[in-house]
């Protein structure tokens, strides 16, 4: 049981990045006016076909959510390890809420955007966390994979915070460049799961 949930848990990760990435490019081709470079991701989450980056998102959420069952039963490290874990399952549900308030983004006066700003601000500090806690458990597998984890955190850390003071003719790319950082990484693990599930089959079928 424990290896098709891995398994699972690393296609559903690698589903999420998928379709985040794909919804996106869907959404810049057919809402009006959208410029990917100025216009950062939320701006597409106005309008009638708002629902399509949101629905990319809400099933990347699932994506981490997934990782996060699929890294718990993977068991690499101690407490640690198990609050790393616990942040992407927690970071799942952040973007989630971050789906659901997308249309507040640029309404400065409603509850709304506030709780979008909060969710943006928990996402920042979750991911550099969390990338950081599990790379020592990581390393267990390799130290490829020590690095991939820890330089992950690193270069978060110093990107995300600086889009709060990139120039609002450029935020959208920038923006864009900073979430690459975060797929590049969760596909990454949802590999690792996919693989690692995939050879604990073979060795209990053999």
Same mark, same amino acid.
Not at 5 to 22: D, M
Not at 47 to 63: H, N, P
């Given at each position: 049981m424990g290896s098709k949930l891995i398994l699972i848990s690393g296609l559903l990760g690698l589903l999420g990045c998928a379709t985040v990435v794909i919804t996106n490019i869907i959404g810049i081709l057919v809402v009006d006016a959208h410029n990917p470079i100025s216009d950062t991701i939320s701006g597409l989450a106005i309008g009638k076909y708002a629902w399509i980056q949101d629905f990319g998102l809400d099933v990347f959420a699932v994506g981490l959510i997934a990782c996060a069952i699929g890294l718990y039963v993977f068991r690499r490290g101690g407490i640690r390890w198990r609050v790393g874990v616990l942040l992407?399952?927690?970071?799942?549900?952040?973007?989630?809420?971050? %789906?659901?308030?997308?249309?507040? %983004?640029?309404?400065?006066?409603?509850?709304?955007?506030?709780?979008?700003?909060?969710?943006?601000?928990?996402?920042?500090?979750?991911? @550099?966390?969390?990338?950081?806690?599990?790379?020592?458990?990581?390393?267990?597998?390799?130290?490829?994979?020590?690095?991939?984890?820890?330089?992950?955190?690193?270069?978060?850390?110093? @990107? @995300?915070?600086?889009f709060l003071i990139t120039p609002t003719g450029w935020d959208g790319i920038y923006e864009r460049g900073v979430a690459l950082i975060m797929v590049t990484w969760v596909v990454g693990i949802s590999w690792l799961l996919v693989q690692q599930g995939y050879q604990r089959l073979l060795v209990r079928q053999a």
């Amino acid at each position: 049981m424990g290896s098709k949930l891995i398994l699972i848990s690393g296609l559903l990760g690698l589903l999420g990045c998928a379709t985040v990435v794909i919804t996106n490019i869907i959404g810049i081709l057919v809402v009006d006016a959208h410029n990917p470079i100025s216009d950062t991701i939320s701006g597409l989450a106005i309008g009638k076909y708002a629902w399509i980056q949101d629905f990319g998102l809400d099933v990347f959420a699932v994506g981490l959510i997934a990782c996060a069952i699929g890294l718990y039963v993977f068991r690499r490290g101690g407490i640690r390890w198990r609050v790393g874990v616990l942040l992407l399952g927690i970071l799942g549900f952040d973007i989630f809420l971050i %789906a659901e308030h997308n249309q507040y %983004a640029n309404r400065v006066d409603s509850d709304g955007a506030a709780i979008h700003l909060y969710c943006v601000y928990v996402l920042g500090i979750l991911f @550099a966390l969390l990338t950081f806690l599990t790379a020592s458990g990581l390393r267990k597998l390799g130290e490829s994979w020590y690095r991939f984890g820890l330089w992950t955190s690193l270069i978060w850390t110093v @990107a @995300a915070p600086l889009f709060l003071i990139t120039p609002t003719g450029w935020d959208g790319i920038y923006e864009r460049g900073v979430a690459l950082i975060m797929v590049t990484w969760v596909v990454g693990i949802s590999w690792l799961l996919v693989q690692q599930g995939y050879q604990r089959l073979l060795v209990r079928q053999a």
